[in-house]
């Protein structure tokens, strides 16, 4: 939320959540983000009293090394990109973000991939918040990051997998030569389990 006057409620932004109980396994846990496209799951007791959350990206990698997700990058991704351009104004991705769901987009420029851009990205520029608000026009160019880390669709989805994890990225632009084909995060990775 962007407005901090003092009559702005919540009402409207709460969501049914998911939710789990600490005996549950951490499989469980991540088909139901996986169901809800959602990136956490409420942890409740037996009386649904709310004790905590777990967030995708904690178990994520536990995830992969104790699951085997077989296929090919080509299988699990998306092939409808949304992607930003490098002259849009932060406020453009800000909207994209709140609109798609997504947490970053590729930055293509000409047909080609430049670099990519995140939630992170945002947050960590202290620069976002005038700028959401009007008092400054940064673009993409000026906070995406380079160089990208992407994937090929032939390749393993275990690799993919691993790559998010060890750059702590969610998502990876697919890249057939040059052409962008798709995007991969770790819902597509977690299609592989059982």
């Known amino acids: 939320m962007t407005a901090t006057k003092s009559n702005v409620t919540l009402e409207g932004y709460v969501k049914d959540a998911p939710t789990g109980t600490r005996e549950d396994s951490v499989e469980f846990v991540a088909k139901k983000m996986r ?3 959602t990136d956490s799951v409420a942890i409740i007791d037996h009386e649904r009293h709310i004790l ?19 296929g090919k990058v080509a299988t699990h991704m998306s092939g409808n990109v949304v992607a930003a351009s490098p002259t849009d104004n932060i406020q453009k991705i800000y909207t994209l973000i709140m609109e798609s769901g997504f947490t970053a987009f590729p930055v293509v420029k000409k047909k080609h991939l430049v670099g990519i851009i995140s939630r992170r990205d945002l947050i960590s520029s202290r620069a976002v918040r005038s700028t959401l608000t009007g008092h400054a026009q940064k673009t993409v160019d000026d906070l995406m990051k380079q160089p990208v880390i992407t994937i090929a669709p032939d390749e393993p989805i275990s690799v993919a997998a691993k ?7 969610s998502r ?21 389990l059982p």
């Open 52 to 70: 905590g959350g777990v967030l995708l990206s904690d178990i994520f990698p536990v995830i992969i090394s104790r699951n085997e997700m077989p």
């Open 163 to 169: 790559l998010l994890v060890q750059y702590d990225v």
């Open 35 to 37: 169901d809800r496209r």
């Open 172 to 192: 990876l632009p697919v890249l057939e030569g040059d052409t962008l084909v798709g995007i991969i995060d770790r819902h597509d990775v977690l299609k592989g």
